[in-house]
Nanobody, 124 residues
């Protein structure tokens, strides 16, 4: 069974940057389509970004396009989310998710594995 552990969250001023990491243990990350979701206060969990198994395809929510970049290193079994030009509305718990199928999905229920989440707070 794969376990996902996120890190890199914290408090940052608006306009700042953070890089989140998600390390997988138990099985090769290369077997999974990987994504980041987030859940803000009082909101439903939403898709942020996704990356295919070989990094050939990436997908982004409209709200983060041009500011966030998802990447992966299958040798290190790690997925990253580089977040630039952060806004207060980016404040949320960010979750790493893995999907056995290689296609993208924006739906929470179509992901098989989840990390515990890391808090990102953007101060105005």
């Amino acid at each position: 069974q794969v376990q996902l552990v996120e890190s890199g969250g914290g408090l940052v001023q608006a306009g700042g940057s953070l890089r989140l990491s998600c390390v997988a243990s138990g099985r090769p990350l290369a077997n999974y389509f990987m994504a980041w979701f987030r859940q803000g206060p009082g909101k439903e969990r939403e898709f942020v970004a996704g990356v295919s198994r070989n990094s050939g395809c990436t997908y982004y929510a409209d709200a983060v396009k041009g500011r966030f970049t998802i990447s992966r290193d299958n040798v290190k079994n790690t997925v990253y989310l580089q977040m630039n030009s952060l806004k207060p509305e980016d404040t949320a718990v960010y979750y790493c998710a893995a999907r056995g199928s290689n296609g993208n999905s924006y739906l929470v229920r179509q992901y098989d594995l989840w990390g515990q989440g890391t808090q990102v707070t953007v101060a105005s």
